[in-house]
């Protein structure tokens, strides 16, 4: 079946306002306790008394666990047919964790029950994303102003996160994540359940990279690898330049907004500039962004220069999704979302950081961020393959 014929059993047309505020509502949730968790879920083990490599522990395994979930969750979703299920299960699943979070403090404990709820919730991300691709227009076409609730409750997440901290302790942590997650899976329950195609497959979902995807993925794990000196040392740049401490808030800030911009835009972007074209701007633009971090030395350039976070994330994420449901059978939808994710998010995310801490030190986070900036070129041959795929 195309995805651009109505899925049996929906509803007519007339619902579709209604259907994307579901869908919006289930982006705002699922993004929601990410704003909180990532910049202060450290800060809140450190209160236990957990020791920086305890802390490097529990933060270190949950990006290979969500997306190593992602990709068996997949299997089981495209060969059953019961990937709407399964998400809400898993999410609920998922929530109830989130009761012994609220009360563990050894390391053990912690351990178990965090591998368990980056086990459970690591799907989310991909399934979602299957979802919405596949009922897009009866969503009214536009990813982007769907997916952008996503970045603007995370901006939201960061700030109360923040506030609750300031006010409080880091201790409060934990009960500001639990709403999210427990109001989660009754907005996933309200998604559409159909899914695109109708034969089950067996095959692994490796077996689906063919030439062409695999040079897309390529592109996509080399272009996060490249982003590990901003997830992980962009502070510590501005530090050993002696900058303000509100340098790396402002220059994140600055980049979620303007992820959230090209998201509203992003419908007339790929309309305008195919998928494979996008990918080799935002991957120019990406290198530019390194290389002028990297030289720039006045707090206004460092920040300004964090504009091509529109580029890196927003652009190319936009493209990527895009072009996912080109490089594989509709029945495997699901399947390619979660390839997608673990080479970028998962493989891509966690060895960056991994890297960029292994080459800081000799480098220094100047010459880091140029060694960034040969990681995203390095993708530029590949992104420009793609681009050839396209044409033919």
């Known amino acids: ?118 086990v459970l919730h690591g799907p989310l991300i991909s399934a979602i994303d299957a979802i919405v691709l596949d009922h897009l227009p009866d969503l009214g076409g536009d990813y982007g102003r769907l997916r952008l609730w996503g970045s603007i409750s995370f901006i939201l997440g960061a700030l109360l996160g923040a506030l609750g901290v300031e006010l409080g302790t880091p201790a409060v942590v934990p009960a500001m994540l639990l709403p999210s997650h427990l109001l989660l899976p009754l907005a996933l329950a309200a998604l559409p359940s159909s899914q695109a195609g109708h034969s089950p497959f067996r095959a692994a979902p490796w077996r689906l990279v063919t030439p062409r995807l695999a040079t897309f993925l390529t592109a996509v794990l080399l272009v996060h690898l490249s982003c590990g000196a901003w997830s992980g040392f962009f502070a510590l740049h501005t530090e050993r330049l002696g900058l303000g401490d509100w340098v790396p808030g402002a220059a994140f800030a600055l980049a979620v907004v303007l992820e959230v911009a090209l998201f509203h835009w992003g419908r007339l972007v790929l309309e305008r500039v195919p998928a494979e074209r996008l990918i080799v701007i935002a991957l120019v633009v990406t290198v530019a962004r390194w290389l002028g971090t990297a030289v720039a030395r006045e707090a206004w350039l460092v920040t300004a220069l964090q504009t091509g976070h529109a580029f890196t994330f927003s652009a190319f994420h936009l493209a990527a999704i895009s072009l996912v449901p080109r490089l594989v059978p509709p029945e495997r939808s699901t399947s390619g979302q979660a390839l997608y994710g673990i080479t970028g998010f998962g493989i891509g995310g966690s060895l960056g950081i991994a890297l960029a801490g292994i080459v800081v030190e000799p480098l220094g986070t100047t010459g880091l961020f140029v060694f960034e900036a040969a990681i995203a070129a390095m993708a530029l041959p590949a992104a420009v393959r793609l681009g050839r795929f396209g044409r033919r």
Request: charged content about 15%; proline content about 6%; glycine content about 6%.
């Open 1 to 118: 079946m195309d995805r651009t014929e109505r899925h049996a059993g929906e509803p007519a047309t007339a619902t579709a306002p209604a259907k994307r505020h579901v869908v919006a509502l289930v982006y705002f949730l699922l993004f929601l306790g990410p704003g909180i968790a990532l910049p202060y879920l450290p800060l809140y083990l450190e209160h236990l008394g957990m020791s920086d490599r305890e802390i490097g522990v529990l933060i270190g395994l949950q990006p290979m666990l969500r997306w190593g979930s992602a990709l068996a969750f997949a299997q089981l979703a495209d060969h059953w047919r019961i990937r709407h299920r399964l998400l809400v299960l898993y999410a609920a699943a998922g929530a109830l964790l989130f009761l012994p979070f609220l009360v563990v403090r050894a390391f053990d404990a912690m351990l178990l029950v965090l591998c368990a709820i980056s």
